[in-house]
Protein backbone atom coordinates (compact mmCIF):
# COMPACT_ATOMS: atom_id res chain seq x y z
CA UNK A 1 0.00 0.00 0.00
CA UNK A 2 1.22 3.40 -1.21
CA UNK A 3 1.10 6.46 1.41
CA UNK A 4 -0.89 8.27 -1.10
CA UNK A 5 -3.53 5.31 -0.41
CA UNK A 6 -3.13 5.51 3.47
CA UNK A 7 -4.09 9.24 3.03
CA UNK A 8 -7.09 8.18 0.86
CA UNK A 9 -8.24 5.83 3.33
CA UNK A 10 -7.78 8.23 5.78
CA UNK A 11 -9.62 11.43 4.00
CA UNK A 12 -12.39 8.86 2.65
CA UNK A 13 -13.11 7.89 5.95
CA UNK A 14 -13.76 11.94 6.81
CA UNK A 15 -16.19 11.93 3.72
CA UNK A 16 -13.47 13.65 1.30
CA UNK A 17 -15.49 12.10 -2.10
CA UNK A 18 -11.78 12.52 -4.15
CA UNK A 19 -10.54 10.28 -1.90
CA UNK A 20 -12.67 7.37 -1.78
CA UNK A 21 -12.51 8.17 -5.84
CA UNK A 22 -9.24 7.75 -6.00
CA UNK A 23 -9.07 4.57 -3.95
CA UNK A 24 -12.03 3.13 -6.28
CA UNK A 25 -9.93 4.37 -9.12
CA UNK A 26 -6.61 1.90 -7.54
CA UNK A 27 -8.70 -0.87 -6.63
CA UNK A 28 -11.56 -0.83 -9.13
CA UNK A 29 -9.71 -3.12 -11.43
CA UNK A 30 -9.10 -5.71 -9.55
CA UNK A 31 -11.77 -5.60 -7.78
CA UNK A 32 -13.92 -6.36 -11.23
CA UNK A 33 -11.61 -9.03 -11.49
CA UNK A 34 -12.72 -10.73 -8.95
CA UNK A 35 -16.51 -10.47 -9.84
CA UNK A 36 -16.43 -11.10 -13.18
CA UNK A 37 -14.54 -14.50 -12.56
CA UNK A 38 -17.74 -15.26 -10.09
CA UNK A 39 -20.58 -13.96 -11.68
CA UNK A 40 -19.73 -13.80 -16.36
CA UNK A 41 -22.02 -11.02 -16.99
CA UNK A 42 -20.08 -7.56 -17.37
CA UNK A 43 -23.26 -5.46 -16.33
CA UNK A 44 -23.60 -7.46 -13.40
CA UNK A 45 -20.17 -7.56 -12.24
CA UNK A 46 -20.03 -3.49 -12.73
CA UNK A 47 -23.20 -3.41 -10.59
CA UNK A 48 -21.70 -5.43 -8.23
CA UNK A 49 -18.35 -3.34 -7.97
CA UNK A 50 -20.31 -0.25 -7.45
CA UNK A 51 -22.70 -2.30 -4.73
CA UNK A 52 -19.28 -3.36 -2.82
CA UNK A 53 -17.90 -0.24 -3.13
CA UNK A 54 -20.59 1.67 -2.08
CA UNK A 55 -20.70 -0.88 1.59
CA UNK A 56 -17.23 -0.48 1.86
CA UNK A 57 -17.56 3.13 1.95
CA UNK A 58 -19.71 2.88 4.47
CA UNK A 59 -18.11 0.76 6.69
CA UNK A 60 -14.53 2.44 6.48
CA UNK A 61 -15.36 3.73 9.98
CA UNK A 62 -15.15 0.01 11.18
CA UNK A 63 -11.51 -0.85 9.33
CA UNK A 64 -9.33 -0.83 12.25
CA UNK A 65 -6.27 -1.25 10.27
CA UNK A 66 -5.47 0.73 7.05
CA UNK A 67 -2.91 -1.51 5.95
CA UNK A 68 -5.63 -4.20 6.25
CA UNK A 69 -7.66 -2.30 3.91
CA UNK A 70 -7.56 -4.43 0.54
CA UNK A 71 -8.14 -7.84 1.69
CA UNK A 72 -10.91 -6.20 3.93
CA UNK A 73 -12.26 -5.06 0.41
CA UNK A 74 -11.77 -8.19 -1.36
CA UNK A 75 -13.97 -10.04 1.82
CA UNK A 76 -16.80 -7.56 0.75
CA UNK A 77 -16.50 -7.12 -2.91
CA UNK A 78 -16.39 -11.72 -2.90
CA UNK A 79 -19.15 -11.74 -0.33
CA UNK A 80 -21.00 -9.27 -2.56
CA UNK A 81 -20.69 -12.04 -5.40
CA UNK A 82 -21.74 -14.75 -3.11
CA UNK A 83 -25.04 -12.68 -1.92
CA UNK A 84 -25.49 -12.66 -6.17
CA UNK A 85 -24.93 -16.14 -6.38
CA UNK A 86 -27.47 -17.43 -3.60
CA UNK A 87 -29.94 -14.98 -5.25
CA UNK A 88 -29.98 -15.76 -8.56
CA UNK A 89 -30.02 -19.67 -7.37
CA UNK A 90 -26.86 -21.02 -9.04
CA UNK A 91 -27.54 -24.59 -9.64
CA UNK A 92 -24.67 -26.67 -7.92
CA UNK A 93 -25.23 -30.39 -9.06
CA UNK A 94 -23.89 -33.34 -7.39
CA UNK A 95 -22.19 -34.97 -10.40
CA UNK A 96 -21.42 -38.96 -10.49
CA UNK A 97 -17.73 -38.75 -9.89
CA UNK A 98 -17.50 -42.24 -11.60
CA UNK A 99 -17.77 -40.72 -14.65
CA UNK A 100 -14.87 -38.30 -13.67
CA UNK A 101 -11.95 -39.60 -15.35
CA UNK A 102 -10.51 -36.27 -15.24
CA UNK A 103 -6.52 -36.49 -14.34
CA UNK A 104 -5.48 -34.31 -11.24
CA UNK A 105 -1.56 -33.76 -12.28
CA UNK A 106 -2.29 -33.72 -16.37
CA UNK A 107 -0.89 -30.37 -17.16
CA UNK A 108 -1.98 -28.11 -19.85
CA UNK A 109 0.79 -26.12 -21.46
CA UNK A 110 1.08 -23.10 -23.72
CA UNK A 111 -2.01 -21.41 -22.73
CA UNK A 112 -2.40 -17.82 -22.71
CA UNK A 113 -4.26 -15.57 -19.87
CA UNK A 114 -6.71 -15.05 -21.99
CA UNK A 115 -8.03 -17.92 -23.14
CA UNK A 116 -7.91 -18.89 -19.66
CA UNK A 117 -10.33 -15.94 -18.74
CA UNK A 118 -12.95 -16.75 -21.40
CA UNK A 119 -13.35 -20.27 -20.84
CA UNK A 120 -14.29 -19.33 -16.82
CA UNK A 121 -16.51 -17.35 -18.24
CA UNK A 122 -18.39 -19.62 -19.79
CA UNK A 123 -18.83 -22.23 -17.10
CA UNK A 124 -21.59 -23.16 -16.01
CA UNK A 125 -22.66 -20.98 -13.25
CA UNK A 126 -22.17 -23.40 -9.94
CA UNK A 127 -18.44 -24.94 -11.50
CA UNK A 128 -17.74 -21.24 -11.83
CA UNK A 129 -18.48 -20.15 -8.69
CA UNK A 130 -16.68 -22.91 -6.91
CA UNK A 131 -14.11 -22.86 -8.85
CA UNK A 132 -13.50 -18.91 -8.39
CA UNK A 133 -13.65 -19.19 -4.91
CA UNK A 134 -11.14 -22.19 -4.49
CA UNK A 135 -8.57 -20.64 -6.71
CA UNK A 136 -8.42 -17.32 -6.63
CA UNK A 137 -9.91 -16.72 -3.69
CA UNK A 138 -8.30 -19.22 -1.42
CA UNK A 139 -11.34 -20.63 -0.12
CA UNK A 140 -11.39 -24.24 1.55
CA UNK A 141 -13.99 -26.78 -0.07
CA UNK A 142 -15.81 -26.49 3.46
CA UNK A 143 -15.74 -22.45 3.45
CA UNK A 144 -17.40 -22.65 0.09
CA UNK A 145 -19.86 -25.21 1.11
CA UNK A 146 -20.90 -22.55 3.99
CA UNK A 147 -21.02 -19.61 2.33
CA UNK A 148 -22.73 -21.37 -0.34
CA UNK A 149 -25.60 -23.40 1.49
CA UNK A 150 -24.01 -26.57 -0.04
CA UNK A 151 -22.27 -29.81 0.88
CA UNK A 152 -18.64 -29.75 1.00
CA UNK A 153 -18.45 -33.44 -1.69
CA UNK A 154 -20.72 -30.92 -4.01
CA UNK A 155 -18.00 -28.34 -4.25
CA UNK A 156 -15.36 -30.90 -4.49
CA UNK A 157 -17.49 -32.11 -7.21
CA UNK A 158 -18.19 -28.86 -8.75
CA UNK A 159 -14.55 -27.90 -8.44
CA UNK A 160 -13.50 -31.14 -10.62
CA UNK A 161 -15.83 -30.88 -13.25
CA UNK A 162 -15.05 -27.19 -13.38
CA UNK A 163 -11.37 -28.35 -14.25
CA UNK A 164 -12.53 -30.76 -16.45
CA UNK A 165 -14.78 -28.45 -18.48
CA UNK A 166 -11.98 -25.95 -18.72
CA UNK A 167 -9.63 -28.60 -19.81
CA UNK A 168 -11.97 -29.92 -22.77
CA UNK A 169 -12.19 -25.99 -23.73
CA UNK A 170 -8.91 -25.27 -23.71
CA UNK A 171 -7.68 -28.62 -25.61
CA UNK A 172 -10.22 -27.53 -28.19
CA UNK A 173 -9.28 -24.17 -28.23
CA UNK A 174 -5.57 -25.33 -28.99
CA UNK A 175 -6.14 -28.22 -30.97
CA UNK A 176 -7.54 -25.54 -33.84
CA UNK A 177 -4.30 -24.12 -33.92
Known amino acids: MTESQQVWIQEARKGNEL ?3 NLYES ?4 MYNTLIRMVRDEEGAKDLLQEAFIKAFKNLGNLTNDLAFAGWLKQI ?5 LEYARKKKYVFEDIDEQHDDFEEDEPISDVDVGSIHAAVKELPDG ?6 LYIFEGYKHSEIAEELGITESTSKTQYRHAKKLLKEK ?3 VYEGY
Open 19 to 21: AAY
Open 127 to 132: CRTVLS
Open 77 to 81: VVNTG
Open 27 to 30: YSKA
Open 170 to 172: LTN
